[in-house]
């Protein structure tokens, strides 16, 4: 397996170090906390007919949220990319995105990714077509708790698997896209490039979140290596305290079809 050396951590806004030890040191206890949660509200929310794809036969936009668990991301920043994710998805703008579109409805799920093997599908297909249906969603990506930890980053691997998953939709989807955000390159293989490739001629567009915190220039490698399709873009950040902001702002530009750009070329490097 071919790694690169990573660069320096930027500095960003963590707990003291005292603290952190301390929070670390509930980590086991929190974890078994957060799977409790997150079944109990799984079981309730998935109950409902509005947390379901029961009777619906084609959505807007199917769109597939890999979320970076690898050895890089640490567990203050996963927790700022759960409690991110759910922020943006419950917020206003982007309800008023998912029923902006002629079915007025969205399938969304959530996969947790790292190494060949550390893939885990969090949150199921699930169609969200108002404020509701989406506050049910984000309150159990708010209890998510993370399945992996200590591995590789494998971006061709999570693209091919969101493919697959593509395939298997259990309703028509006008567009499919992958969302995957992450803090660093492939280094698993040399280069993603043919994963993306696969899933562009799938009809799948790719977008990508590049957190800047470890490799200042990652949106390269993203724009260059790992999105495409019609309309793709990357959006970067520096820190992950910038995740949830940013994700709404990606979330908004994906779902909404008045922002979704038909251009075939790509890739879209956008700057906030």
């Given at each position: 397996m071919r790694t690169r050396p990573r660069a320096p951590r930027a500095s960003r806004a963590s707990p003291p170090g005292w603290l952190a030890r301390w929070l670390t040191s509930l980590a086991p206890a929190r974890d078994l906390a957060?799977?409790?949660?997150?079944?109990?509200?799984?079981?309730?929310?998935?109950?409902?007919?509005?947390?379901?794809?029961?009777?619906?036969?084609?959505?807007?936009?199917?769109?597939?949220?890999a979320v970076d668990v690898s050895n890089s991301v640490d567990w203050w920043e996963y927790e700022l990319q759960r409690h991110g994710l759910s922020h943006a998805i419950r917020d206003p703008g982007v309800v008023g995105?998912?029923?902006?579109?002629?079915?007025?409805?969205?399938?969304?799920?959530?996969?947790?990714?790292?190494?060949?093997?550390?893939?885990?599908?969090?949150?199921?297909?699930?169609?969200?077509?108002?404020?509701?249906?989406?506050?049910?969603?984000?309150?159990?990506?708010?209890?998510?708790?993370?399945?992996?930890?200590?591995d590789t980053t494998h971006i061709a691997g999570m693209?091919?698997?969101?493919?697959?998953?593509?395939?298997?939709?259990?309703?028509?989807?006008?567009?499919?896209?992958?969302?995957?955000?992450?803090?660093?390159?492939?280094?698993?293989?040399d280069h993603p490039e043919p994963a993306r490739d696969r899933a562009v001629a799938a009809g799948i567009t790719i977008n990508g979140l590049a957190i800047e915190n470890e490799e200042p220039q990652l949106r390269f490698h993203y724009r260059d290596q790992v999105i495409g399709g019609p309309g793709a873009f990357v959006l970067p950040i520096k820190r992950y305290e910038d995740f949830a902001e940013a994700m709404k702002k990606k979330l908004i530009r994906e779902i909404d079809p008045r922002q979704v750009s038909t251009d075939s070329r790509w890739p879209v490097l956008l700057v906030r």
């Open positions: 957060a799977r409790v949660a997150f079944c109990a509200l799984g079981l309730a929310n998935l109950g409902s007919a509005e947390f379901s794809h029961e009777g619906t036969t084609t959505v807007d936009v199917a769109l597939l949220l995105a998912i029923q902006s579109g002629p079915n007025r409805r969205v399938a969304i799920a959530v996969v947790q990714w790292a190494g060949k093997r550390s893939r885990y599908i969090s949150i199921r297909w699930t169609v969200l077509h108002d404020q509701p249906s989406a506050e049910a969603f984000a309150r159990v990506v708010e209890f998510m708790p993370r399945e992996f930890a200590g693209l091919d698997y969101g493919a697959e998953l593509m395939k298997a939709l259990p309703f028509t989807a006008t567009r499919k896209v992958i969302d995957i955000s992450g803090d660093g390159r492939e280094n698993v293989i």
